[in-house]
């Protein structure tokens, strides 16, 4: 028997099974008036809705200022609109911005250089998790011995590894 709310659907849908029967989809409408979907678990989400007025509360701003910014003063005041901030902070608060911003960046990139340390330290090389390679001997040979335990190989090393190839 059927849902009371559901309508079937025109295309026939074949099935893979041994039979070959077909079958018809459908599609359940949910009633507003029925109080068992009324639970809460519908609508949208708020980070949605936010979201949501969030861009046209954007759009509606950015209309005002173009037609605050670019609008002639004697059609403003032809519709009645005779209160308004001044035309010089049309250019100034979006420079401000971009120069607070640029500002910001470079301050972050300072404060960046002065907590990093000088490349002469050595605790770029070493700092309290480096482990120095342990003498690992094995007494087992072939496949049967167990893979050394983690360390950090040393400056020395790894230069010659890179750079030893005028041999």
Same mark, same amino acid.
């Given at each position: 028997? +059927?849902?009371?709310?559901?309508?079937?659907?025109?295309? %026939?849908?074949?099935?893979?099974?041994? #039979?070959?029967?077909?079958?018809?989809?459908? /599609?359940?409408?949910?009633?507003?008036?029925?109080?068992?979907?009324? $639970?809460?678990?519908?609508?949208?989400?708020?980070? +949605? !809705? &936010?979201?949501? !007025?969030? *861009?046209?509360?954007?759009?509606?701003?950015?209309?005002? &200022?173009?037609?605050?910014?670019?609008?002639? +003063?004697?059609?403003?005041?032809?519709?009645?609109?005779?209160?308004?901030?001044? #035309?010089?902070?049309?250019?100034? /608060?979006?420079?401000?911005?971009?120069?607070?911003?640029?500002?910001? @960046?470079?301050?972050?990139?300072?404060?960046?250089?002065?907590? %990093?340390?000088?490349?002469? *330290?050595?605790? %770029?090389?070493?700092?309290?998790? *480096? #482990?120095?390679?342990?003498?690992?001997? $094995?007494?087992?040979?072939?496949?049967?011995?167990?893979?050394?335990?983690? *360390?950090?190989?040393?400056?020395?090393?790894?230069? @010659?590894?890179?750079?030893?190839?005028?041999?």
């Amino acid at each position: 028997m +059927e849902e009371p709310h559901s309508v079937n659907s025109p295309r %026939t849908i074949l099935s893979f099974s041994k #039979r070959g029967r077909t079958t018809t989809a459908s /599609v359940s409408f949910v009633d507003p008036n029925d109080e068992k979907c009324n $639970s809460g678990e519908h609508g949208p989400k708020p980070s +949605e !809705v &936010y979201g949501f !007025v969030g *861009s046209i509360t954007t759009v509606v701003a950015t209309a005002i &200022y173009l037609a605050w910014a670019y609008i002639p +003063e004697p059609w403003l005041h032809s519709i009645g609109i005779f209160y308004y901030p001044s #035309r010089y902070w049309a250019l100034a /608060v979006p420079t401000y911005a971009m120069v607070i911003i640029v500002l910001a @960046v470079i301050f972050y990139i300072g404060l960046n250089f002065m907590s %990093t340390p000088p490349p002469t *330290s050595l605790t %770029t090389m070493f700092d309290e998790f *480096s #482990r120095e390679p342990s003498s690992f001997l $094995s007494h087992m040979e072939g496949d049967e011995q167990p893979i050394e335990p983690i *360390s950090d190989l040393g400056i020395d090393k790894i230069n @010659v590894l890179m750079f030893d190839d005028a041999k």
